[in-house]
């Protein structure tokens, strides 16, 4: 029988050899034995959901994964549901990182020859691979000038540009300290990103935010590409908007052009949300082994979505390169977790309704699938939020795991394509191409306005190089110019981390 038949015959998977729970890949009822070498079930299990290979005696570590996803309430028949109900979490508050080895910086090999993309190469040397204008909003109060701008100005540059499109936002006034300058360095970020070929900043005129402090933050910028101004001073604002988007969309016309580049050249967020119990064991795995391919040829990954780290931190700090970098990964762990306590909120109060309900019981679990998508690689760098990108390879980036926040803090950083899995859907974007991969074909089959790629015959048995070269080649398509799913439905948003005072 081959593997395909076994996976099929089989409704029950073990994804570890120390593992003390299987994962159900099908409803299964009480009394079926969901494969060789199981235990017949003694509850129902649903879809996703976990159950005991052998009993486990209360206070005992469950394993999968391979590593300690929480420790049992009670005692745990073979064959029984392990869920919440007598699961608990091992994770508290802040830990005493020990200095472990340092894994020395991966062999890059060069990308063979087809593996190359067309891009827009920048005067900087990065690649974008659109070429928009991007009208950014210093401040809430002129978000409708800024969509009316980016919505008239695009009907006049059509066929010059990729596209013309808003970035809103309600902060930008009343903020102090780090809340202000967390916006700025954001939107910052944001207008510096290579899918960026040009970029309209409209403020107010009495904000906190002003124009001019963000082009401060921006001294290398072009000034045919970068243009500013403030509503309380312009005549009309709306044909000083359009007359600015005009002249940058001429300038592009003129300059811009698709160019073969290396894989090298590309930077991919990583990201996971609306996650189920399939994550960890398709779509997951399948993004670390695209991770451990970019960063063989050079290029960049970016992880984030740090509370979903907690319980795994420890595969990371492994793979740091240096001493610098472990210290800094354990850093921004407790720093995250100081974050959780000083708001009186669980270090392991992470998993949401739809993850519990999708099987995933625990923070530890959640993370311990999450990583997955950093693969073998190497972690190269530590980011905080707001931060550029500063090295290639695996970067740690400080933010939380909310899905419109880490997506808009990965592209700030200069992410110009994000990788989002998902196993119960979602249609969200940011502002840069965000290819949705579903962890199972039936969401793929439900969804197709949502959903880029299909990680689902992964459990049918289909072989994960396969899989991982199906997903590098529709990478290398949308890189090219195809658009992805959120860029042909226009979801495209951003979201500011907030965590200081409004006045």
């Known amino acids: 029988m081959s593997v395909a038949e076994k996976i099929a015959a089989a409704k029950g998977l073990v ?64 064959g029984a549901h392990v869920h919440s109900h007598n699961l608990d979490t091992t994770l508290s508050g802040e830990v005493r990182y020990a200095q472990t080895g340092v894994t020395p910086e991966a062999r890059r090999d060069p990308p063979a020859a087809a593996d190359t993309f067309m891009g827009y190469r920048r005067f900087d040397g990065r690649v974008g691979i ?38 809103t936002h309600p902060f930008g006034c009343s903020q102090l300290g780090d809340d202000l300058a967390n916006t700025r360095a954001i939107l910052a970020g944001l207008a510096q990103n290579p899918n960026a070929g040009g970029v309209l900043l409209v403020g107010l005129g009495c904000e ?21 101004f403030a509503c309380q001073d312009a005549g009309d604002e709306l044909d000083a908007g359009i007359s600015a988007v005009v002249e940058i969309a001429n300038h592009m016309a003129t300059e811009d052009r698709r160019e073969p580049c290396p894989v090298s050249d590309l930077v991919i967020g990583l990201k996971c949300g609306g996650s189920d119990a399939f994550s960890g064991l398709t779509a997951n795995p399948l993004l670390g082994r695209i991770t451990d391919r970019l960063d063989s040829a050079g290029g960049s990954t970016i992880l984030t979505e740090v509370p979903e780290m907690f319980g795994a931190e420890h595969i990371l700090m492994e793979r740091a390169v240096s001493s610098e970098v472990h210290g800094a990964i354990g850093a921004m762990m407790n720093r995250f977790k100081r974050y959780f306590i000083g708001h009186g909120e669980a270090v392991h109060a992470n998993p949401s309704p739809g993850n519990i309900e999708g099987g995933i019981t625990t923070l530890e679990e959640k993370s311990l699938g999450g990583v997955q998508k950093a693969g073998s690689a190497p972690v190269t760098d530590v980011l905080g939020y707001g931060d550029r990108l500063r090295r290639a390879g695996l970067s740690l980036l400080e933010a939380p795991g909310n899905d419109a926040v880490s997506t808009t803090a ?80 226009d979801e495209r948003q951003i979201a500011l981390w907030k965590g200081g005072v409004t006045l």
């Open 130 to 167: 659109r070429n928009e204008i991007w009208v950014i909003a210093m401040v809430g109060c002129v978000n409708r000038t800024v969509e009316r701008i980016a919505r008239m100005a695009a009907n006049q540059v059509r066929g010059q540009v990729d596209g013309v499109h808003a970035i």
């Open 15 to 78: 994804v570890h050899p120390d593992d003390r729970v299987g994962v159900a890949i099908a409803a299964l009822p009480a009394g079926r034995r969901p494969g060789p070498d199981m235990p017949c079930l003694v509850d129902d299990i649903p879809l996703g959901h976990k159950f005991a290979l052998t009993a486990i005696e209360a206070g005992s570590p469950v394993i999968k994964y391979g590593a300690v996803i929480g420790r049992a309430r009670h005692d745990i028949a073979a």
């Open 410 to 489: 990965m592209a700030a950083a200069g992410a110009t394509l994000i990788l989002f899995t998902t196993g119960r859907g979602t249609p969200l974007g940011t502002m840069v191409p965000t290819l949705k991969l579903a962890t199972r074909s039936d969401l793929a089959e439900r969804k197709p306005n949502w959903i880029d790629f299909d990680a689902g015959p992964i459990l049918d048995g289909e072989p994960i190089d396969a899989a991982t070269d199906r997903l590098w080649h529709a990478i290398l398509d949308v890189a090219g110019g195809k658009r992805a799913r959120n860029e042909l439905y």
């Open 208 to 228: 906190s935010n002003q124009y001019r402090a963000l082009l401060d933050a921006m001294p290398d910028a072009d000034p045919l590409r970068v243009r500013a």
